[in-house]
């Protein structure tokens, strides 16, 4: 879900940058607060561990594939959401400058989609309120947390997965980088990041179940009073019912999805002349580079110039990309490429 | 190798690069942080018809390729992440918009296939500003130039924290993945069974150790600061360098290169 620089407009961009940078420095006010200096070593090796973390493959039973895990909720059900905010920020960082996963100008955005909605959404509006709720109180203390953490899991990864795609959509459109409508393009994402959502969740479950069996202080808002109590719950069985409500959810969803084909393929076929109008709208006035120097010099070149009398129909064209246009596209490639044997000749020189 | 093996790979490939000894490598870490983000600002500011105005601004980061001795052949490598989804949003452009802009040898070409030649285009200039920015100048520099623009400390001081144990962690999963599909051949992934296990045992370690590492960085002195790479001080010629490519980028913005270029040939 890493968006590239390309797909944002300046604005936007800065605007993104504005939110992120107003919840880092809310998180890094709140870190001060606690004044607890031994916690940065602990954000920094969780930060890194869930950085590599998401690369291992995961197999989802009875199907080929596999899926990842999700860094945003595990980090603020292990550190809080301030700093797990802050590991994910750092974690996007590095992602962004050192693998070019993302931009540096998109950064604002991918830091808003994904630590924003994994971290403070993930922590305050789903994994606390569900934690410290009376649910699964039949399932008895141990049984109960245990439930209580997988389904926080997964609605948080679910949820803030769907909330980051949807910004995704929101921040492309806004930028006007594509002609997709944004009904089409919310139907094309939205699906997608609902499976993936479900086995990221699944799997953060079963790391947090894990901890929580060994070191339950570790987790945050889990009840670790009653710990003798035995639970009679299984992941393994939850897992199961989980799958089959999955595979109904979707098998149901997808009969909808071709009952009515709104969406993408509506948009694709049925709705080409709106599109036309909006692209026509657009563009009659911003463009068309006027250049007083080729005016000036228009005497030499009616003398000097290839193809005096050639004319193309469309050679005024609002995008600049008339005729001359390519032919000074091809010469700008043509001295990139004589840089690039310039500098291989240099370079052998001074070996040499 | 695995994909794991291969980040690791990756990250130590960047540091080769960084640390080597061209001019631009020279320059200071500000000035190139700067220009970077101008750079790419500038990319990002072109409307999406105007791709023979864009196409100017690729003579820049050749320059910086050429200059740098950084090697190409890795940067296309990076551009496996970012191109998919730029294309899978730009691939429906020639879909909807289907008015010819300009015809090519009596082949029309429609403003759908222009914006998402120039939507391509702005991804690579983009990802090859911020990966020639990384590939000239070393994380620690860079982290000392981002306290110069006043970022906090604590999270600068975290990125390079964190960038170090990247390392270690990533290099220790790699064994503990080779290390299970050893004992598991033919199976693809974690099995569901130990999907909690696998990382929540080298996280539990990892926790623990933490303490141990903030007890030795308080042995070596660490009192809530950061000593970064020394910083060396950035001299005129940095300043004009900056204020030269800044320049040059609004000058290519304003003043389309490749029409004027091309309006000396052809009339």
């Known amino acids: 879900m890493h968006m590239a620089d390309a797909l944002l407009a300046p604005a936007v961009a800065a605007t993104m940058y504005v939110a992120s940078g107003t919840a880092t420095g809310i998180s890094l006010h709140k870190l001060k607060k606690e004044d607890d200096p031994a916690k940065l070593p602990t954000m920094a090796v969780t930060a890194a561990l869930v950085f590599a973390g998401q690369m291992i493959n995961y197999t989802i039973p009875g199907t080929g594939s596999s899926g990842h895990m999700c860094g945003g909720m595990l980090l603020s059900a292990l550190l809080g959401p301030q700093a797990g905010f802050l590991s994910m920020v750092v974690i996007l960082t590095i992602q962004c400058l050192l693998f070019g996963d993302g931009g540096l100008m998109a950064l604002g955005a991918n830091i808003w989609n994904m630590a924003f909605y994994g971290c403070f959404v993930g922590y305050y509006l789903i994994w606390r309120p569900i934690m410290k709720s009376g649910l699964f109180k039949g399932m008895g203390p141990k049984g109960g947390q245990r439930a209580k953490i997988l389904l926080a899991s997964v609605l948080g990864c679910v949820i803030t997965l769907q909330l980051g795609a949807f910004s995704v959509v929101l921040e492309t459109s806004l930028s006007g980088i594509t002609e997709l409508p944004f009904g089409a393009f919310v139907a094309l994402m939205q699906p997608i990041h609902l499976a993936i959502g479900l086995i990221e969740g699944l799997v953060t479950a079963a790391v947090l179940l894990f901890v929580f069996e060994s070191r339950p202080e570790l987790l945050k808002d889990a009840d670790t009073s009653d710990e003798k109590v035995k639970g009679k719950f299984s992941l393994k069985a939850t897992i199961a019912i989980l799958a089959v409500i999955v595979l109904l959810v979707g098998g149901g969803l997808s009969l909808l999805a071709s009952g009515n084909p709104d969406g993408l393929e509506w948009a694709l076929f049925g709705n080409a002349e709106e599109g036309y109008a909006e692209n026509m709208g657009l563009d009659e006035e911003d463009f068309g580079v006027k250049s007083g120097a080729a005016d000036t010099a228009g005497a030499i070149q009616e003398k000097t110039a290839l193809l005096p009398d050639y004319a193309f129909p469309e050679s005024e064209s609002p995008a600049g990309t008339s005729f001359s246009g390519v032919v000074g596209s091809a010469l700008v490639a043509g001295v990139a490429l004589l840089i690039c044997v310039a500098g291989g000749f240099f370079r052998k020189k001074k070996k040499a | ?267």
């Open chain 2, 1 to 267: 190798m695995n994909k794991m093996e291969k980040a690791l790979h990756e990250l130590s490939e960047m540091d080769e690069l960084a640390a080597g000894a061209s001019p631009i490598h020279r320059l200071c870490a500000p000035g190139k942080l700067l220009t970077t983000i101008a750079y790419i600002a500038v990319v990002l500011s072109f409307h999406k018809y105007e791709l023979s105005g864009m196409l100017a601004l690729l003579l820049y980061p050749v320059l910086l390729f050429q200059i740098s001795g950084v090697s190409v052949g890795s940067f296309f490598y990076k551009l496996r992440i970012v191109l998919p989804l730029v294309m899978a949003v730009g691939l429906f452009n020639p879909f909807f918009d289907r008015q010819i802009l300009v015809t090519v040898g009596g082949v029309g070409v429609s403003g759908g296939v222009i914006s998402m030649l120039t939507l391509m285009l702005k991804g690579v200039l983009c990802l090859m500003a911020s990966y020639l920015l990384m590939a000239t100048t070393p994380i620690d520099v860079l982290c000392a130039a981002l306290r110069k623009f006043h970022i906090p400390g604590t999270l600068v001081t975290l990125l390079l924290l964190t960038y170090r144990y990247i390392g270690v962690m990533t290099e220790e999963l790699a064994t503990m993945t080779e290390a299970y599909h050893l004992r598991a051949p033919g199976q693809k992934g974690i099995h569901v069974s130990a999907w909690g296990s696998f990382l929540g045992q080298l996280l539990l370690r990892s926790m623990d150790r933490a303490e141990e590492l903030y007890n030795s960085m308080l042995l070596r002195g660490y009192h809530q600061h950061f000593h970064y790479a020394p910083v060396k001080p950035c001299t005129w010629k940095d300043g004009a360098v900056t204020l030269c490519s800044i320049a040059l980028f609004l000058l290519l913005r304003f003043c389309n290169v490749a029409e004027l270029l091309g309006g000396l040939f052809v009339r």
